[in-house]
């Protein structure tokens, strides 16, 4: 028990929240996706944020418990809300430094067909600064785009990084709000914008833009 987080208690009870965010398609004008997200739990009348929990299970070496836990809430929750819409996609945030503990255990597979969803609903979004053994990389998403899954590339702050789009090969490009944060009103990051979307353009990815929230943007 970790600054009043017991993480047992938390694994047992699965007591996470779960939010997702919608992603809307520009040309369709339409909610296409969902980003599932897990906020914190409240443990004995008191709530703990992610990054709260991340931490504690950290100290505890619980972390691919509560990562696997927290995925699983996702999937379940994504399965009873698009139960009627069976072409919504579903995206998934992977910690490649958990994953890679793992890597060929088809976790992820087995979870989204108990909940019966099309792995080529799932998109797994893998974060550029987020991985560092590139064979361990490539054997993930081989064998996860064997199976029908999508995967998605986040490009944010560190933009430097961009060759690790050699090594993902995404079917996405994400966006991050590090760089659409005043996109309206900054010439730097609209040039930088561009160049992203044109580059998603010559190796054939999806576009999506993090942090969107008003029309000027």
């Known amino acids: 028990m970790n600054d009043g987080i017991d993480m047992n208690k938390v694994l047992n009870n699965s007591s996470v929240d779960v939010k997702f965010q919608p992603v809307v398609s520009v040309v369709k004008k339409a909610v296409i ?10 443990i004995d009348g008191k709530y703990f944020s992610i990054n709260e929990l991340i931490e504690a299970a950290k100290r505890e070496e619980g972390e691919i418990d509560l990562d ?9 929750e994504f399965n009873m809300l698009s139960s009627n819409d069976t072409d919504k996609l579903l995206f998934i945030s992977i910690d490649m430094s958990v994953i890679a503990k793992f890597v060929g255990s088809g976790i992820i597979l087995n979870l989204v067909n108990k909940f019966n969803i099309e792995p080529k609903n799932v998109v797994l979004e893998i974060f550029e600064n987020n991985f560092d053994d590139e064979d361990i990389l490539k054997q993930f998403i081989n064998s996860y785009r064997s199976k029908g899954f999508l995967v998605e590339l986040t490009i944010g702050s560190g933009f430097a990084t961009l060759d690790k789009i050699s090594h993902v090969e995404p079917d996405i490009i994400k966006i991050s709000d590090a760089i659409t944060k ?13 160049s992203l979307v044109n580059l998603s ?11 969107i929230e008003t029309e000027e943007q």
């Open 68 to 76: 696997r836990l927290n995925r699983e809430k996702i999937v379940e």
């Open 201 to 211: 353009k010559k190796i054939s990815a999806l576009v999506v833009a993090d942090g």
């Open 33 to 42: 996706g969902l980003d599932g997200i897990c906020t914190g739990a409240k």
């Open 182 to 194: 005043d996109i309206d009103i900054d010439y730097y990051k609209q040039e930088i914008f561009k």
